[in-house]
């Protein structure tokens, strides 16, 4: 059977990396209301909305071999969530408290198809090096944070202050692409 997998997602940064797996993909839109449950944690949350983008994807499709990934990522500090700035004062306070800090990148990865559902999740440790304000607002200004989860891209500008890295590269730029591999292989995607 022929199978057509389609990516769940607006990110030019997660197709970028199902690019780079040489995977041939559409886009599908999934719109889902990324608001966290009252007592939800960081880890549930994500893996949630990674699975909830797959399922509304897959809805959007009529394909019976449709195969859609989902993904989300998201910072957490001090297992407190940490979004996307919503404004510029927003930012220069998120950007205050991960200045010279550790924090955790938490990316779910979801791959539905006709008969199953299957989800990763990547942790991957982050640490800042500590910012001067001059920095922060540098940063700001160049355009880069918005949008982004936690004020910061891995794989622009943003890099330059990201002192270490435990874990996936990947991950933290928007999907775990060791994890995806894995769903696609153990789910017979590549049958």
């Not at 200045?99 to 991957?124: I, M, R, Y």
């Not at 622009?156 to 696609?184: D, H, T």
């Amino acid at each position: 059977m022929n199978k057509n997998l389609y990516l769940a997602s607006s990110s030019p940064r997660r197709a970028e990396l199902l690019r780079q797996l040489g995977l041939s993909f559409s886009i599908v839109r999934a719109d889902v209301d990324e608001l966290a449950l009252n007592n939800e944690s960081a880890e549930d949350f994500v893996f949630r909305m990674a699975q909830e983008k797959a399922q509304a994807g897959y809805s959007a499709l009529s394909a019976s071999n449709a195969w859609v990934i989902g993904g989300d990522t998201l910072l957490s500090l001090d297992g407190q969530i940490i979004g996307k700035p919503s404004s510029e004062s927003d930012y220069i306070a998120t950007l205050n408290s991960l200045s010279g800090n550790w924090h955790l990148v938490l990316s779910a990865v979801a791959l539905l198809s006709h008969d199953k559902l299957v989800c990763a999740l990547n942790k991957t440790r982050v640490k800042f090096k500590s910012l001067s304000q001059s920095e922060i607002n540098e940063y700001w200004a160049s355009g880069e944070p918005q949008g982004k989860a936690g004020g910061y891209a891995i794989q622009g500008l943003g890099a330059k202050y990201i002192e270490r890295i435990e874990g996936s590269y990947s991950a933290v730029m928007g999907i775990p692409l060791f994890e995806l591999n894995q769903l696609l292989t153990e789910s017979g995607f590549y049958e």
